[in-house]
């Protein structure tokens, strides 16, 4: 059984940085997938950035410059940097782990931006 706990989301004002982390536990395999989506309220869930166990990283156009995804494999965590924050980042933040043909969720964690 795999299982994606979230942390670090919480109440930040506008311009300011926030850092969530997803650390994976059970079976991980050694090849995978990990990454953050988003979906604020009334809105579909979005790709925000995701990043393999080799370190090749896709993020979202809109967000370039300002979120960074970066993991520890030896810990099976990854990380999301968010810097500059704004009202529209306001979501919440899940995680998700692809390994072996399987798709794996966290339960999410709220990050509000307040202007």
């Known amino acids: 059984q795999v299982q994606l706990v979230e942390s670090g989301g919480g109440l930040v004002q506008a311009g300011g940085s926030l850092r969530l982390s997803c650390t994976a536990s059970?079976?991980?395999?050694?090849?995978?997938?990990m990454g953050w989506y988003r979906q604020a309220p009334g809105k579909q869930r979005e790709l925000v950035a995701a990043?393999?166990?080799?370190?090749?990283?896709n993020y979202a156009d809109s967000l370039k410059g300002r979120f960074t995804i970066s993991r520890d494999n030896a810990k099976n965590t990854v990380y999301l940097q968010m810097n500059s924050l704004k009202p529209e980042d306001t979501a919440v933040y899940y995680c998700?782990?692809?390994?072996?043909?399987?798709?794996?969720w966290g339960k999410g964690t709220l990050v509000t931006v307040s202007s």
């Open positions: 998700r782990l692809v390994q072996g043909g399987m798709d794996y």
């Open positions: 990043i393999s166990s080799g370190g090749t990283t």
């Open positions: 059970g079976k991980i395999f050694s090849t995978n997938v």
